[in-house]
């Protein structure tokens, strides 16, 4: 046994991570390369080692051995064989499959023990029409999308090296001064970034996701690697906002004129050289059971790449429709690779491995991002919903705590600490935004603000005509407030690791004078609330953020206006 030792490897690949070890945060950094975490209790943080986030690891250089020694450097006691066992063998399956075309057939290509393996599997030997050799197997013309999908969900990752088409070509380059007049050129991480999913002539160019914070310009990677290619370009987004604020962006900064950039939306369906559309356009549909409207828009041009904004908000019917796009290269941008839906396999083997990954801490280092400061502060519930909480079932438990109203007050003195600065208040239930809005004489954007409303109230904050913003899940998307110093969270979507970053992230865009924001998270004491706060929380406590925790009292009094002194 070492003593210092921060972490125990269990031999299912559970590792725990020991927070008040001094060699924890040096531990920590090397988890997070390979493994993910699962939960929180106490000082205790679990983590869970995969065949999808040990491929993420040797996707960034790193070898089954590493991970091995590096376990072994950070245990307090011996890792255990099995779990030793199933990181070499993962290891060893990685870049031992290989997909490659000629004369326009598709073949697969690999390890014989491998194969001979993966022949006994019904579901992959569906997509195979001859077997050539023991090494390489002929495959149905339709498959390549989707026998990476089965052959990731088998546990073999296969490096696609079929290529892809050009598409339709479209001439446009980046511009050294924009038409807003400022001067305009690439950041070295940008630089990096397109490099690394171009990579010409390299074999795992071309598809791939590149992972960058909240206000780090991703979608100027996504302009660059289109001015790169040259070619006719599909954009998904997110929401219609962030697809005209791509928009916006393509024409500010490429060569590219207005009538070759076209939304497609609800109000307007325009299939130009450069298409932006919605993910929530794409699966609109008459009846559950009926066929979805508009996805035939990725056949309506020669496509030469497909970017996924947000890629990991991708909705189930756009995966199935990815499989069968195999040809063209596809970009995905986000800020985290988490899903809570158990879809990360997925989007590995239909948009592409993690080509270019930047961690939160390192943008702040650089200052392309603002340093922001965390706090969960916890609140009695209030007298009034004691009996209602007790009596109620687990998921109205939850909304109880998150709706409570001594929250409130809380609300009015952060606000009063933070007066001069640009605020975001978030939540999660209609009724209690509402309630807050009114109380604080503030205005409150939810799903339901047509869209000239919204345009309006993002133009007014971001202007500082008003400085409180009463916001619904609608913040947790790609919106443009680079003003907002300050966010307030009330209630969330249960433990969305996913949400709790979106929400931190309209923080981050860099802030004139001391590029600094404050997150704070209200949670009611004692409830249900406390332990999806803390699985909420994970994401960013991987990535080197700390929350400090403040009682209600502490948050009314002495405590927050140190805190809001020192950030």
Not at 152 to 169: F, I
Not at 514 to 529: H, M, P, Q, S
């Amino acid at each position: 046994m070492k003593t210092e030792g921060a972490i125990i490897v269990q031999s299912d690949l559970t590792v725990l991570l020991d927070e008040r070890s001094l060699s924890a945060h040096a531990a920590r950094e090397q988890l997070h390369r390979f493994a993910e975490a699962r939960k929180r209790a106490g000082t205790i943080h679990t983590y869970r080692i995969t065949p999808m986030t040990l491929w993420h690891a040797l996707d960034e250089g790193w070898t089954g051995e590493q991970v091995v020694e590096a376990l072994k450097t950070h245990a307090k006691y011996d890792v255990p064989l099995q779990a030793e066992g199933f990181i070499r063998l993962w290891a060893s399956r990685y870049g031992k499959l290989r997909l490659y075309a000629e004369d326009a057939v598709l073949f697969l290509n690999g390890d014989a023990d491998i194969l001979e393996s993966l022949g006994r599997i019904p579901s992959v030997m569906a997509w195979v029409q001859t077997v050539r050799s023991p090494e390489i197997w002929q495959l149905a013309p339709d498959c390549r999308g989707l026998l990476k999908q089965e052959l990731a969900k088998q546990g073999y990752p296969v490096m696609d090296q079929a290529g892809y088409h050009a598409g339709e070509s479209l001439s446009l380059r980046l511009r050294e001064q924009t038409v807003r007049g400022t001067l305009f050129a690439l950041r070295d991480y940008q630089e990096r970034a397109v490099g690394s999913f171009i990579q010409d002539g390299a074999a795992r160019g071309g598809s791939g996701v590149v992972v960058l914070p909240c206000g780090t310009g991703k979608t100027v990677v996504g302009i660059a690697a289109l001015a790169r290619l040259c070619t006719a370009t599909l954009i998904l987004t997110s929401s219609r906002t962030s697809a005209e604020q791509w928009r916006e962006e393509l024409l500010d900064k490429t060569t590219l004129a207005p009538d070759s950039v076209g939304l497609y939306n609800g109000k307007v369906k325009e299939v130009k050289p450069v298409t932006i559309a919605t993910y929530q356009l794409l699966t609109r549909r008459k009846s559950k059971a009926g066929d979805f409207t508009h996805m035939g828009l990725f056949n309506e041009r020669d496509w030469g790449l497909i970017i996924y904004d947000e890629v990991h908000l991708l909705p189930a019917p756009v995966f199935r429709m990815t499989a069968s796009i195999q040809a063209t290269r596809r970009l995905g941008l986000t800020a985290t690779l988490v899903r809570e839906d158990g879809c990360a396999e997925d989007v590995y083997s239909l948009i592409g491995p993690k080509q270019y990954d930047m961690q939160w801490k390192e943008a702040e280092k650089g200052a392309y991002i603002a340093s922001v400061s965390c706090a969960e502060i916890r609140i009695p519930l209030d007298a009034s919903q004691h009996h209602s909480y007790s009596a109620a079932a687990a998921r109205s438990r939850l909304r109880i705590a998150a709706e409570n109203p001594g929250k409130l007050p809380v609300v009015r003195e952060l606000l009063e600490r933070y007066r001069d600065k640009q605020t975001l208040v978030i939540g999660q239930y209609l009724g209690q935004l509402r309630k807050v809005a009114s109380e604080l004489g503030a205005p409150l954007l939810t799903g339901e603000t047509p869209h000239e409303e919204r345009l309006r109230l993002y133009d007014q904050f971001r202007s500082g005509r008003i400085n409180v913003l009463v916001v619904s899940k609608v913040a947790n998307l790609a919106i443009d407030l680079p003003d907002a110093s300050v966010a307030i969270q009330l209630s969330g979507s249960f433990g969305s690791r996913q949400e709790e970053a979106q929400r931190v992230g309209r923080l981050l865009r860099p802030k004139q004078g001391d590029n600094r924001a404050w997150f704070y998270t209200l949670v009611t004491e004692g409830t249900k609330e406390t332990e999806f706060a803390l699985k909420r929380q994970l994401f960013l406590l991987e990535q080197g953020y700390e929350y400090m925790q403040l009682s209600g009292a502490e948050a009314c009094g002495s405590g927050l206006r140190s805190e809001a002194a020192n950030g």
